[in-house]
Nanobody, 125 residues
Framework: QVHLAESGGGSVQAGGSLRLSCTAS????????MGWFRQVPGKERELVAA????????YYLDSVKARFTIFRDNAKNMLSLEMNNLEPEDTAVYYC??????????????????WGQGTQVTVSS
């Protein structure tokens, strides 16, 4: 099993920046691709960004391209999301997740799991 814990959320004004972090523990050698999801009340959780096991490939939701950057440090078992030029529409609870089996399609949201508790991001206009 892999356990994930997110941190770094907060409240910022539009145009501001935040960096989210996700620390993994447990059977981290079994981790493959990882991703950041977000969810607002009444809506389904959506994949915001994903990164392959050795950082060779990334995926971004269209609305966050050029504003968000996902990166990981396998030696430290950490996943991060740098978020710049934040917009009120980015307000959500952000979760990190991991796949424990290989899948060449990063945006295929099946098999992502080991959800953390989430971290709230609030962007005011």
């Amino acid at each position: 099993q892999v356990h994930l814990a997110e941190s770094g959320g907060g409240s910022v004004q539009a145009g501001g920046s935040l960096r989210l972090s996700c620390t993994a523990s447990g059977e981290t050698s079994s981790m493959y691709s990882m991703g950041w999801f977000r969810q607002v009340p009444g809506k389904e959780r959506e994949l915001v960004a994903a990164i392959s096991r050795f950082s060779t490939n990334t995926y971004y939701l269209d609305s966050v391209k050029a504003r968000f950057t996902i990166f990981r440090d396998n030696a430290k078992n950490m996943l991060s999301l740098e978020m710049n030029n934040l917009e009120p529409e980015d307000t959500a609870v952000y979760y990190c997740a991991v796949r424990l089996r290989p899948n060449p399609s990063l945006q295929d949201t099946t098999e992502y799991g080991s959800w953390g508790q989430g971290t709230q991001v609030t962007v005011s206009s």
